[in-house]
């Protein structure tokens, strides 16, 4: 069976969204699951959605393209369609698969959703690799061997090219670095504290406000944990009704 993409077409004008729409006829697999003519209504598609793509202009009134992709969680994979061709750097800087001025060129779209089709499957078998948190894994730190299940592990930190992991009382070093470690994490129950760390959801005792409109994190065992601006805003987005 042919793989299917989610896709969320995001521009405040209305003939803009449909030539991307009618240059999507082409690729059935594709599959437009929504459209939004501003960030804020973008930002409410994207998390009940969860889109595997996103065809993003950058001027909008209010937020701009760049300013909703700072709001998100999860960033899912973007391609900008843009009136103006001087934002390719800043785009590709926030990791975009491809930048396309308008008008669309046939050629030039076709291109593109070869870049994404191929980016996307990269994803979906990444996905299949996901360490299911039953799983027990074999660690080796130094003389020291540990098979454990990855529920077990509460907390991930970061330190230069090692990771510590902590479980039950004990703290292990692995030779990987944290977004090594993250790509094979389910992000179902793993998240993303800030650049250091990364906690398992299911040992959260309290979450209390921080300054700044930031959050912080007490696990079950005492440890605190502070929350980047950016993952508190994720974290709320993630876990909101």
Known sequence: MKDRFTTLII?????????????????????????ANNAEVAINLIENEQPDIIFLDIHMPGKSGFDLLEELGTVPEVVFTTAYDHYAVQAFEVNALDYLVKPLREERFAKTIEKVKSELQKNKEAQKALLASHQKIFIKDGEKVYFIALAEIRLVESLDNYVRLYFGDQKA????????????????TFFRANRGQIINTEYIKEIQPYFNNKLRIVLTTGETIDLSTRQSVAFKNRNSL
Not at 12 to 29: F, I
Not at 178 to 184: G, I, P, R, V
């Open 11 to 35: 521009d405040d004008e209305r003939l803009a969204r449909e030539e991307v729409r009618r240059a999507l006829e082409d690729y059935p697999e594709f599959e437009i699951v929504g459209e």
């Open 173 to 188: 070093m692995v030779k990987r670095s944290l977004n090594q470690l993250e790509e094979k994490l389910d992000p179902n």
